[in-house]
């Protein structure tokens, strides 16, 4: 195949079936609908097991991807980051049953410098609000979660416990 013919490929997929927002720029628009329909199947669909495991994924695109940051104790520092959580005890059978892009430097913002997507953990530091957004299937059901070395500061802990 040709490279023209899979550009032309390329740019007739879409990833959503929602028109952009009109009053601010989401960069994140295209892949935004495909995140929140895999975490609502998974949420639906997949009770996780009793332990699970949070961390982020890099997965490169292109400098002109949006989000795309250099993270340099990555073997491929240069990509965009994502938040997932699996189950941590199967096998080595685990699922992943949530995702959360990095968004970075391009988070959308409206005119009046809010959120568009709001969390209901808003009032709580970047990293406590990951941690709340990325377990909440299973809060109040006493699984356990371990994460990577990042998240572990006792205030954070504390908030989630």
Request: proline share 7%; aromatic share 10%.
């Amino acid at each position: 195949m040709s490279l023209g013919r899979f550009g032309a490929i390329d740019a007739a997929i879409w990833y959503t079936v929602k028109p952009p927002p009109s009053d601010f720029e989401d960069k994140f628009h295209d892949m935004r609908e495909l995140q929140d329909a895999f975490n609502a199947h998974y949420a639906e669909n997949h009770t996780p097991l009793w332990i699970s495991y949070l961390d982020e994924s890099n997965t490169w695109h292109s400098k002109n991807s949006p989000g795309f940051m250099i993270v340099e104790r990555k073997p491929h520092p240069s990509d965009n980051e994502y938040h997932s959580i699996a189950d941590g005890d199967d096998d080595g059978k685990s699922i992943m049953w949530r995702i959360k892009i990095q968004e970075g430097k391009d988070r959308p913002k409206k005119a009046d410098g809010t959120s568009p997507f709001p969390s209901q953990f808003e009032n709580e530091s970047k990293t406590v609000k990951l941690m709340l957004e990325m377990t909440e299937p299973i809060h109040g059901t006493g699984k356990t979660v371990t994460m990577d070395s990042g998240f572990c500061v006792s205030a954070r802990n504390l908030s989630v416990a």
